[in-house]
């Protein structure tokens, strides 16, 4: 059974960071690609960062760039979102996902929620002003 749990979230301040971490297991695909993403309450799910199984690509939405990073363990179970300069905008949802038909080879299109379909239960971000 494919399983994906969130944790990390909690409540910060505004400038502050957070590691986010997603632990999966159960995988049997040939190839794979873990994606963050974020939802507020009655907005559209929003995808943050992407990193590749394969080859470890990774990709982010221009609105985390450079204050967002993804990385993964060296066993290929843990992935995680390491937040910093986190802003009140940030509060959100957070969950990860799992792309099981992700192409390394194809262009890429973008961290579409719809291409994913393993999710975790997510976890809370709060970011106080």
């Known amino acids: 059974e494919v399983q994906l749990v969130e944790s990390g979230g909690g409540l910060v301040q505004a400038g502050g960071s957070l590691r986010l971490s997603c632990a999966f297991s159960?995988?049997?695909?040939?190839?794979?690609?873990i994606g963050w993403f974020r939802q507020d309450p009655g907005k559209e799910r929003v995808g943050l960062s992407l990193i590749s199984r394969s080859d470890g690509t990774t990709y982010y939405t221009d609105s985390v760039k450079g204050r967002f990073t993804i990385s993964r363990d060296n066993t290929w179970t843990t992935v995680y979102l390491q937040m910093s300069g986190l802003k009140p905008e940030d509060t959100a949802v957070y969950y990860c996902?799992?792309?099981?038909?992700?192409?390394?080879?194809?262009?890429?299109?973008?961290?579409?929620?719809?291409?994913?379909?393993?999710w975790g239960q997510g976890t809370q971000v709060t970011v106080s002003s």
């Open positions: 996902a799992a792309d099981s038909l992700w192409d390394p080879t194809a262009d890429y299109a973008g961290l579409v929620p719809e291409n994913f379909d393993y």
């Open positions: 159960g995988f049997t695909f040939n190839d794979y690609a």
